[in-house]
Nanobody, 119 residues
């Protein structure tokens, strides 16, 4: 069973940067549409950025101009700059991926990575 695993989270000071990655635990054929979500304590999970199969990106107003989502065929990234304390949350990748050429495209969630922005 292939899983998607996030990495790159941690503690950073306000104004700092982090790059989150999301990778498959095994071999896959390709990654298509991707979304990065976050969930702060006591809050609902929210979409912060997504990228379509064709590379079209969208961002929530809260992160626009500071975060960048990008992908290649097997990896997904979220570059986060100018981080603020309100960006503190668990970040999850959500990936449409195809494991083999003869398989369909399925949707996968990562397990989450904690991002804490604090001085």
């Amino acid at each position: 069973q292939v899983q998607f695993v996030e990495s790159g989270g941690g503690l950073v000071q306000p104004g700092g940067s982090l790059r989150l990655s999301c990778a498959a635990s095994g071999r896959i054929f390709g990654i298509y549409a991707v979304g990065w979500y976050r969930q702060a304590p006591g809050s609902q999970r929210e979409l912060v950025a997504d990228i379509s199969r064709d590379g079209v990106t969208e961002y929530s107003d809260a992160v626009k101009g500071r975060f960048t989502i990008y992908k290649d065929n097997t990896m997904v990234y979220l570059q986060m700059n100018s981080l603020k304390p309100e960006d503190t949350a668990v970040y999850y990748c959500n990936v449409d991926a195809q494991l083999r050429p003869d398989y369909g495209v399925d949707n996968y969630w990562g397990q989450g990575t904690q991002v804490t922005v604090s001085s």
